[in-house]
Structures are given as structure tokens and as C-alpha cells.
């Protein structure tokens, strides 16, 4: 074989192998850097469900409008396609919010944004309790993530 061809071949392969990795590395282009912030931004909102209509307005936290949790429950047992859809329970004569999200990240940044609607740090309290993460307290309702389930849960005082 002619040592030329050799060398030509070995000289493609090293400008395949440079250019190919200088594409790689390149950061995103401002399209894919707007859909990424999107998504993180629409993730902070609370989401709208077609699986039940029923919605409540209630007058102990700000902020959330919730679904029938019992109906809503029947539709998506575990809640997993109902992620960030706040969902309205009673039981024993009490209330109480639960809001299935994907990250305990995300759930300490929808907590914060929950506070922030209620008056801010200045009317909560911080508290602790096994199972329990970021868990704040006011007036009206309590407040915190239930590691174990992955929920937001919000407790009516009465």
C-alpha cells in the first residue's frame, strides 16, 4: 500500500475524530437554552387536570385552587399523572392539600412560592417531624414535604 495513502487516510481520520468532538462540546443554541427554561418555569406552576372538573375555592391558603382529591384519586390512584395538580381532601372533619411533584427540589421551591402567597417567612414558623421535610407552619395551614409519598401537603388548622 502507498505510504501517501496511509498518511492521508490517518490525516481524515484525526480531522474526523477533532471535528466531531468540537461539535460535541459546543453549548446549547439559544433554542434549546429557551426550552430548558420553559420547562423549569412551567414546572413552578400549579397544573390544570381533564381527568375530574370538580374544583374548590377555598379561604385558608392563597395561591391554589384544588381539585376533589376522592374524585381525582379514583381517576389517578398514586397521582402520577396528575403531577403538580393540587387535590383537596377530608377526612375526620379536617382539610388538608396534597400536591404530587416529581423532585423534593422542586417540592422546596413550590413551598417557598406557596409561603411567599401567604404572607411570607415572616408569618411561618419552621417545625420538624419524622417523614417531614421544609415544614412550616402559620396561622391557617401547615406546610411541608412527605418524602416518602413525594407530596407537598398542606394541613388546614382548625
Known sequence: MDLNLIFGIVIAL????????KSASKPPNDLNTKVK????????EFQTTDLIAKTYNINWVNG????????????DFQL?????V????????????MIKVTTEKL???LIDKIIDENGGFEEFSEGSSSGWMYLQSCNTFTIGYLTQHMVIRLNKHD
Open 14 to 21: 484525526i480531522l474526523l475524530i477533532y471535528y466531531a468532538n
Open 37 to 44: 427554561d420553559d420547562i423549569k418555569k412551567s414546572s413552578l
Open 80 to 84: 402520577n399523572n396528575s403531577l403538580n
Open 64 to 75: 391554589i385552587v384544588p381539585y376533589d382529591g376522592a374524585k381525582l384519586m379514583k381517576k
Open 107 to 109: 417540592a422546596k421551591k
Open 86 to 97: 393540587p387535590a383537596l381532601f377530608s377526612q375526620d372533619g379536617s382539610e388538608y392539600i
